[in-house]
C-alpha cells in the first residue's frame, strides 16, 4: 500500500500526473471516496500523466468521456447510475477489458460487473488534507504499486 497526503488540489493533481506517468493498457483504476473528495482532480491528473492534453471535465452526467492520450483513456463516473443493467447500454466491459486505460469513480454501483483486478485508491478529506491510498487488488498491481514507490516524490505531504 502506498499512503500520503495532500494539502490542496495542485498537489492532488500532481499526484495523479505521476502515477499515471506508470500507467499501462488495459488498467483499471477505481477511485473511492465522497462526494467532494477529490476523485475527479486525482483523474484529472492521472490523464495528464497519461498525455491526455485536452481539458477534462467531470463525467457525471455523461457517465463516460473518452480520451485519447499515449494509450486510449476513459473516465467513466457511476455515482447516478441506479441499476447495473444500465452499464450494458454503454459497453461498460468493453472499455475495462480493451486496450485501454479505465478510470472510474463510485465502482460500487457497478455491482457484479465490478472487475475482480484493479488499483483501489481511496480518497479521505480532512479540511483541505486529502489522505490518500493507493491499494493493488489482484497481483497484477502489486508491482505497478512497487514502482511507484519507488518513482512519485514524496515531497508530497
Ligand atoms: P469528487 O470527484 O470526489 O466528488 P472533486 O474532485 O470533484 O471530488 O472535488 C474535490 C473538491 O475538493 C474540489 O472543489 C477541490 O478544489 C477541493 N479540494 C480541496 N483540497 C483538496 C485536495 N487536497 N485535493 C483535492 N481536492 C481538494
Ligand atoms: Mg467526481
Known amino acids: 500500500m502506498l499512503k500520503l497526503t ?9 499526484f495523479g500526473i ?6 499501462n493498457s488495459g488498467d483499471i483504476i477505481c477511485l473511492q471516496g ?15 500523466g497519461l498525455d491526455v492534453e485536452e481539458e477534462v471535465t467531470s463525467p457525471t452526467y455523461t457517465l463516460v ?14 455515482y447516478r447510475i441506479s441499476d447495473h443493467r444500465e452499464l450494458y447500454d ?15 469513480e463510485w465502482p460500487d454501483k457497478a455491482g457484479p460487473l465490478m472487475p475482480d483486478s484493479y488499483l483501489n485508491i ?11 491510498k493507493v491499494i493493488p487488488q ?3 498491481y502489486i508491482s505497478l504499486v512497487t514502482e511507484m514507490k519507488e518513482n512519485v516524490n514524496f515531497s508530497i505531504g
Not at 505521476?18 to 500507467?23: C, F, K, T
Not at 468521456?65 to 467513466?76: D, K
Not at 481511496?122 to 490518500?132: A, D
Open 6 to 14: 495532500t494539502e490542496n488540489p495542485e498537489e492532488t493533481i500532481r
Open 18 to 23: 505521476e502515477i499515471g506517468e506508470l500507467l
Open 34 to 48: 465522497n462526494l467532494g473528495a477529490g476523485k475527479t482532480c486525482l483523474a484529472k491528473g492521472l490523464l495528464k
Open 65 to 78: 468521456n473518452e480520451y485519447e492520450g499515449r494509450l486510449p483513456a476513459y473516465h467513466i463516473d457511476l
Open 90 to 104: 454503454i459497453g461498460f466491459e468493453e472499455y475495462l477489458y480493451g486496450e485501454g486505460v479505465t478510470i472510474i
Open 122 to 132: 481511496t480518497i479521505k478529506s480532512q479540511g483541505n488534507k486529502r489522505l490518500i
Open 138 to 140: 489482484a497481483n497484477k
